[in-house]
């Protein structure tokens, strides 16, 4: 059994991903029909600000929930890509900017783990919930229920250079189409697991806030 993410920061190391060098076909559903152990688990916390590399490179913004938010996940599993449902809670007293699908229970897509094209240096989970948001909602609390595994992560060449033995930093400014790609595939297994039955149900899970109210800013 591969050790978890909450292992290798307890033994202050970063785990070495593979490399992608060429794309290849992936399959567009995964696991099993119904989520198995340890799955489900419950994630919550007030979203901070990250890189904001999600949005600005990759057309993929994220959330992140701060480090004791991920325990539950860290403490349990791997790193790599996961899938599942998140809500975002803004203040009941401040819901301007906030439409009502906004608030909805919706599929999402996170990564767990050091981020190896951009050689991060510490844990992070970033949340990209799959819809389109007008507004930032850094603060507020997010909502989760990871269900299932889609991948490990991979390391990237950039596009143009060459592989070598040691992946020079001068290499991890510019996104490869390649990591694009995977993210962009990431996003459709997610919304294709998401529809079978065994999973969909879980957006109705008590430990959503279910009773949304209409934001009064509402269009």
């Known amino acids: 059994m591969s050790p978890t993410a909450a292992e290798y920061v307890a033994k202050h190391e970063i785990p070495v991903s593979e490399i992608k060098l060429s794309r290849t076909a992936r399959p567009q559903i995964v696991g099993p029909d119904t989520p198995e152990s340890p799955f489900p688990i419950v994630l919550n916390g007030p979203v901070q600000k990250g890189f904001g590399r999600g949005s600005k490179d990759l057309g993929c913004p994220t959330a992140n929930l701060p480090d004791e938010s991920i325990t539950p996940i860290s403490s349990v599993a791997k790193t790599g890509v996961y899938y599942g449902y998140a809500q975002v809670i803004p203040p009941a007293e401040h819901p301007e900017g ?3 699908k906004d608030l909805k229970v ?36 997010m909502r989760a229920i990871v269900l299932g595994y889609i991948r490990p992560e991979l390391d990237y060449i950039s596009r143009g250079k060459q592989p070598v033995v040691v992946v020079l930093e001068a290499f991890q400014s510019v996104p490869t189409e390649a990591l694009i790609e995977d993210i962009e595939v990431d996003k459709r297994v997610a919304l294709n697991c998401l529809e079978r039955p065994g999973y969909n149900l879980y957006a109705k899970d008590s430990h959503f806030r279910l009773e949304v109210l209409e934001p009064k800013s509402n269009v």
């Open 98 to 100: 906030f439409r009502l």
């Open 106 to 141: 919706l599929p999402m897509v996170m990564s767990l783990g050091w981020n190896p094209f951009y050689k991060n240096e510490k844990l992070t989970a970033e949340i990209h919930i799959i819809h389109e948001f007008e507004s930032d909602f850094y603060g507020y609390e």
